[in-house]
T-cell receptor, first 110, second 115 residues
Framework: RKEVEQDPGPFNVPEGATVAFNCTYS??????FFWYRQDCRKEPKLLMS???SGNEDGRFTAQLNRASQYISLLIRDSKLSDSATYLC???????????FGKGTKLSVKP | ETGVTQTPRHLVMGMTNKKSLKCEQH?????MYWYKQSAKKPLELMFV???????ENNSVPSRFSPECPNSSHLFLHLHTLQPEDSALYLC??????????????FGPGTRLTVL
């Protein structure tokens, strides 16, 4: 099993829709997770950190299910500007050791 | 945003060339990183420097040689690369706290093509 697995998508949704991505991970000892956003041909940027059961920031909610070893990202009321690739990231336990998934592509249509 | 800058933004080189990628961070951070992002593959951590000392080398071939003269600058020296080394090379920096909450900030990347 890959360390971090994501459905590559693309997820094509209309504006205003609610969309959710899941990410599964191996190694149940993993403690911390992140969602990064990467726009086309740009660098990744941190969207949310997930240290305990979950985190909410405006329209974005991240949840962690340690028993089933997955993290989810929920986006409510999608905007055109939410179109991007969302990267699920696991902290590998040593300095700077972030383990990235391949990303899930989201396309929000008018 | 100019927190982490990288030059050049695009580079085309032959397999026998020698070139260097440069990264500079203006955030007062102590840790710097090189990542490789190939098409259809996840970001791969290559090197980690913390307070100018290399702390991680993820089995990267010796044709990639990092250099960190100070906490603000990071170089990646390239020589005798292969076409499969063509990728986006991303630099990142962080405070260097050595914990999970040590957020990494990425530069815009150098898109490298090896002919």
């Amino acid at each position: 099993r890959k360390e971090v697995e994501q459905d590559p998508g693309p997820f094509n949704v209309p504006e205003g829709a609610t969309v959710a991505f899941n990410c599964t991970y191996s190694n149940s000892a993993s403690q911390s997770f992140f969602w990064y956003r990467q726009d086309c041909r740009k660098e990744p940027k941190l969207l949310m950190s997930v240290y305990s059961s979950g985190n909410e920031d405006g329209r974005f909610t991240a949840q962690l299910n340690r028993a089933s070893q997955y993290i989810s990202l929920l986006i409510r009321d999608s905007k055109l500007s939410d179109s991007a690739t969302y990267l699920c990231v696991k902290y590998g336990g040593s300095q700077g050791n972030l383990i990235f998934g391949k990303g899930t592509k989201l396309s929000v249509k008018p | 945003e100019t927190g982490v800058t990288q030059t050049p933004r695009h580079l085309v080189m032959g397999m026998t060339n020698k070139k260097s990628l440069k990264c500079e961070q203006h955030l007062g951070h102590n840790a710097m990183y090189w990542y490789k992002q190939s098409a259809k593959k996840p970001l791969e951590l290559m090197f980690v420097y913390n307070f100018k000392e290399q702390t991680e080398n993820n089995s990267v071939p010796s044709r990639f040689s990092p250099e960190c003269p100070n906490s603000s600058h990071l170089f990646l020296h390239l020589h005798t690369l292969q076409p499969e080394d063509s990728a986006l090379y991303l630099c990142a920096s962080s405070l260097g706290m050595g914990t999970a909450i040590d957020t990494q900030y990425f530069g815009p990347g150098t898109r490298l093509t090896v002919l």
